[in-house]
């Protein structure tokens, strides 16, 4: 069974470092897929899906913002991971949960079982509760060849009331961090790359090159490219030279490829398609150019 | 329009300060419900809130073990929910959510909205990404009527590892509550209690009461009674007192009343009923008498 990692870090030296973020903001679901609607999300999520295959590796839906359509989001949620998986995309389900004992275990079967309801290839946890918490997520990583995505530093500016705060010396993300280097290194075994990933936003790259330096094996999903802000070259801040360029995770962009200018108002799904395609193409050429190496499209 | 707190601490002044949690354990539903499947879960998630009618004043679905059977697993939670308030039990949903922006604005409308498809009067949420993070629940529940339980200190031993540490000068689940003090006040108006409620686990009774120092408006939610280990008087210590009798928040079961002993051979579901029934008497009588009053059941 190859790793999450090894299928991660594959997809990316093919193809770039970009992750498509499946958002489906409220209001923005153009009507050509049916507009805020369950089967609206549903629609446009597989366009999105359909537009990304064979020019990025990844995809990663954001669960609450199909949550809050109830269980039919959720299906629409289910049609999303299922349509990324026959299109050889990997799926990264940023659901940021955490919970203990059994209850971890049920998220970590819903997204990451053999038989998940939710397939994923990976899934976004928070570390609040301490190391038991993440266990369950550890385990099913590990039977199936998973991955799992701990919130280390995030890039909201609310990062800053406790993740930066100073905790015996050290960020509380630092320790975070600190606390997760065995969990990294049972999850890399003996591959290049730990299936361990960290959320690793950073206010600027010295503390995304300080981030990298605690945590050498783990992949980064870096927040924060395109609509919220940062540059190719920041994004990438925290990734290390392999082979004259530069690698170690994916940078998510999700707003400005799938909201790009003028996606609202174009009248077929053809032309909606091709502004889509575009976006995410300029988006992996800008980040691929960044480091170091030209993007190949399989499709 | 009446406050959470208000109508979570006239429940409990009623009723006593048990919380029914709703765990649908997995590979422990009875057969007589159906067994571990959704339609399963729904049932008997829906027979716990027909015995909590009128013996408890609020319940609280684990949403990871409905999360686990999907989108129809999401429906049993959906139908747990909409069954707890006809019965004029308050809901607690415990999702543990956390995210920024829209998505956490999703969240709160998937649990807190006026149409919100999981119909609570409160949900659980994890600080760890930061104060701007949870500001889409608090106006969700000020603009509604709703409660929100912030995760302070867990009961669970991995809350060591970040949550018990020194963060400039206090445990990080002190800075924690000290940071939430002005959106306790926000929540609590001019009310007697905050609808802004803490999870507050505690190792034992100093630090409860060292909880209730920082959070004297704050109502707690105590996990760890019953199967989980803790006897009435430690549950109840970070409770203050009021009228001779202590107040102060909710203390939660789930196995020790959905699952006591003799419940998984019962032939039928009335005597499935009679058992749970006794089992939530027994520990609402419990609660209330170290509690300092004698419980008055409505149904």
């Known amino acids: ?40 999300v549903a629609a446009w999520g597989e366009a999105v899906v359909a537009a990304a295959a064979g020019r990025a590796c990844v995809v990663k839906p954001q669960v609450g913002l199909f949550e809050r359509h109830g269980p039919d989001g959720m299906r629409a949620l289910q049609r999303v991971c299922e349509a990324s998986r026959e299109a050889g995309l990997l799926v990264l389900a940023d659901a940021k949960r955490g919970d203990i004992g059994t209850t971890a275990r049920g998220y970590a079967a819903a997204y990451l079982s053999e038989a998940a309801p939710f397939p994923s290839d990976a899934v976004t946890v928070n570390p609040y509760m301490g190391l038991d918490t993440l266990e369950p997520f550890l385990e099913e990583a590990e039977a199936n060849g998973k991955g799992v995505v701990v919130l280390a530093r995030t890039s909201n500016p609310g990062s800053a009331d406790f993740q930066a705060r100073d905790l015996e010396g050290a960020p509380l993300y630092a320790r975070v961090v600190e606390a997760l280097a065995p969990a990294i290194q049972r999850l890399k075994g003996a591959g290049e790359w730990s299936s361990l990933m960290l959320v690793a936003g950073a206010t600027g790259p010295d503390e995304a090159r300080q981030l990298r330096q605690l945590a050498p094996d783990a992949l980064f999903l870096v927040p924060g490219y395109g609509a919220q802000g940062g540059g190719a070259e920041d994004a990438l801040a925290g990734f290390k030279a392999v082979s004259n360029r530069l690698e170690g995770g994916v940078v998510n962009a999700s707003r400005s490829v799938t909201f790009p200018a003028g996606s609202d108002t174009v009248e077929s799904q053809a032309d909606w398609h091709a502004l889509i395609v575009a976006a995410i193409e300029a988006a992996q050429t800008d980040l691929s150019m960044h480091a170091g190496r030209v993007p190949v499209a399989s499709g």
Chains 1, 2 share one sequence.
């Open 1 to 40: 069974m190859t790793s999450f990692a090894s299928r991660l870090i594959a997809g990316a030296r093919q193809l770039g470092p970009l992750c498509v973020g499946i958002d489906p903001h409220p209001g923005r679901i153009p009507d050509l897929f049916g507009g805020d609607t369950p089967e609206g």
